[in-house]
């Protein structure tokens, strides 16, 4: 019986294996990690400058290098197509991620359909206040987003699963700043995919049968 912490690395050695393997892409979730981190001190004072920072730095950064720089055929290192390792991903594929940008894209729309947006602020009087009252929307729609994945994951999955994906999202800046550290000078000498992955995944596996 494994425990959360051990689900926890599971999950985040899973997440690195399948969907980190260009260094571009390794290291613009360095900066999403820094940037993230920022947001969190951030929002302890402002929610709504964060959130700012977060989506506009963080998660475009982030995601960016998913959609753009990540390889999508064949994974050698992991024996494993793209459309199984989309099919068992705990939280946002790449789907559930276009989604998910989509209504972050879309959603300072619904300023035009009521200034108020639907009684929960005052009317904004200047550009000023209408990009706070975005943060605030932004941010709202950060905390949907996780809570909206975990509801599912307690649906499909477990109420365990949930709650580790859930820790783990909170967790990565953290984690991916000190796993990725590297990556930026990698990728400053010509080095475009991580090599290392194959070691990584060997080590692991051997780590797994060997006897206990």
Same mark, same amino acid.
């Given at each position: 019986?494994?425990?959360?912490?051990?689900?926890?690395r599971?999950q985040?050695?899973?997440?690195h294996?399948?969907?980190?393997?260009?260094?571009?892409?390794?290291?613009?979730?360095?900066?999403s990690? #820094?940037s993230?981190l &920022?947001?969190?001190?951030?929002? !302890?004072?402002? =929610?709504?400058v964060?959130? *700012? $920072?977060?989506?506009?730095?963080?998660?475009t950064?982030?995601q960016?290098?998913?959609?753009?720089?990540?390889?999508?055929?064949f994974?050698?290192?992991?024996?494993a197509?793209h459309?199984?390792?989309?099919?068992?991903?705990?939280g946002?594929?790449l789907?559930?991620?276009?989604?998910?940008? #989509?209504?972050?894209? &879309?959603?300072?729309?619904?300023? !035009?359909?009521d =200034?108020?947006l639907?009684g *929960? $602020?005052?009317?904004?009087?200047?550009?000023?206040?209408?990009?706070?009252?975005?943060?605030?929307?932004?941010?709202?729609?950060?905390?949907g987003?996780?809570?909206?994945r975990?509801?599912?994951?307690f649906?499909i999955?477990?109420?365990r699963?949930?709650?580790v994906?859930?820790?783990?999202?909170?967790?990565?800046?953290?984690?991916?700043?000190?796993?990725y550290?590297?990556a930026?000078?990698?990728? *400053?000498?010509?080095?475009?995919?991580?090599?290392?992955?194959?070691?990584?995944?060997?080590?692991?596996?051997?780590?797994?049968?060997a006897?206990?």
């Amino acid at each position: 019986m494994r425990t959360f912490r051990e689900d926890l690395r599971l999950q985040r050695w899973d997440d690195h294996r399948f969907y980190h393997h260009s260094r571009i892409n390794q290291s613009l979730h360095f900066l999403s990690a #820094a940037s993230f981190l &920022a947001a969190y001190a951030i929002a !302890l004072k402002d =929610p709504a400058v964060a959130a *700012l $920072v977060a989506w506009l730095v963080s998660m475009t950064s982030r995601q960016a290098g998913h959609f753009f720089f990540e390889p999508r055929g064949f994974d050698h290192v992991n024996q494993a197509t793209h459309a199984h390792k989309e099919e068992i991903k705990v939280g946002y594929n790449l789907f559930r991620k276009v989604v998910l940008m #989509a209504v972050w894209a &879309a959603s300072p729309l619904l300023f !035009l359909v009521d =200034p108020s947006l639907f009684g *929960l $602020v005052r009317p904004h009087g200047s550009l000023g206040e209408l990009v706070r009252h975005v943060g605030l929307l932004w941010f709202w729609v950060g905390v949907g987003g996780l809570v909206f994945r975990v509801l599912q994951l307690f649906v499909i999955a477990d109420v365990r699963t949930g709650l580790v994906w859930a820790a783990k999202i909170v967790t990565d800046p953290f984690h991916d700043l000190m796993l990725y550290r590297k990556a930026p000078l990698a990728l *400053l000498h010509g080095e475009l995919i991580d090599h290392g992955l194959r070691d990584e995944v060997e080590a692991e596996l051997a780590g797994r049968n060997a006897p206990r």
